[in-house]
């Protein structure tokens, strides 16, 4: 499986500020995802992010707020814009190798996120 | 649409005795079935995943579970407590030769007492 890091592991940031938050792959991966984790809840999906295509949102994210890159195979961004309270929570990214993996993901470390 | 619902939100044994937590799920098709695990302050993990070959799967750290089919369950057990076990435990469900999301249960919280 593939090692996945995640930069930064936590941050402390501002009502109205925007952090964007990396993953990095160490091989070729075909899809990515990105998932918020509320305090004390379980996984939610944000979105899916294929290299060379616009990532596909879930239904109650949106693009304006949490847009996304794919450059290559081995990288995403997730950038949560225009902070509020509501989007503490940890950011996970995951990959999945494609074909005959039966879907299984694998996580990176997270983002832990508060927003004052 | 599929879902996942784990039964108990915290569960609570003694070192030593048995883990049991539930996972049933909602699928229209066959599905693949997953339990993760995640340590304070950590990501997820994977502990084992069903994918359609043998209904009773052996995962990491000693842990099992089974496909029931009938009962549209998938609960996870460990014969043996350890105090390392202690953590969140989370039950995933995707479809086979459908979309590749996951969709998780609300976590189970267990505790294991000295």
């Known amino acids: 499986s593939a090692v996945i890091s995640q930069k930064p592991s936590r941050d402390i940031c501002q009502r109205g500020t925007s952090l964007t938050i990396q993953c990095q792959v160490d091989s070729q991966v075909t899809m990515m995802f990105w998932y918020r984790q509320q305090p004390g809840q379980s996984l939610t999906l944000i979105a899916t992010a294929n290299q060379g295509s616009e990532a596909t949102y879930e239904s109650g994210f949106v693009i304006d707020k949490f847009p996304i890159s794919r450059p290559n195979l081995t990288f995403s961004t997730l950038t949560v814009s225009n902070m509020s309270p509501e989007d503490s929570s940890i950011y996970l990214c995951?990959?999945?190798?494609?074909?005959?993996?039966?879907?299984?993901?694998?996580f990176g470390p997270g983002t832990r996120l508060t927003v004052l | 649409a599929q879902s996942v619902t784990q039964l108990g939100s915290h569960v609570s044994v003694s070192e030593g005795a048995l883990v049991l937590l539930r996972c049933n799920y909602s699928?229209?098709?066959?599905?693949?079935l997953f339990w993760y695990v995640q340590y304070p302050n950590q990501g997820l993990q994977l502990l084992l995943k069903y994918t359609s070959a043998a209904t009773l799967v052996k995962g990491i750290n000693g842990f099992e579970a089974e496909f029931k089919k009938s009962e549209t369950s998938f609960h996870l057990t460990k014969p043996s407590a350890h105090m390392s076990d202690a953590a969140e435990y989370f039950c995933a469900v995707s479809l086979q030769g459908g979309s590749e999301k996951l969709v998780f249960g609300k976590g189970t919280k267990l505790t294991v007492n000295p």
């Open positions: 699928s229209s098709v066959p599905p693949y």
């Open positions: 995951s990959d999945q190798q494609g074909l005959g993996s039966y879907n299984e993901q694998f």
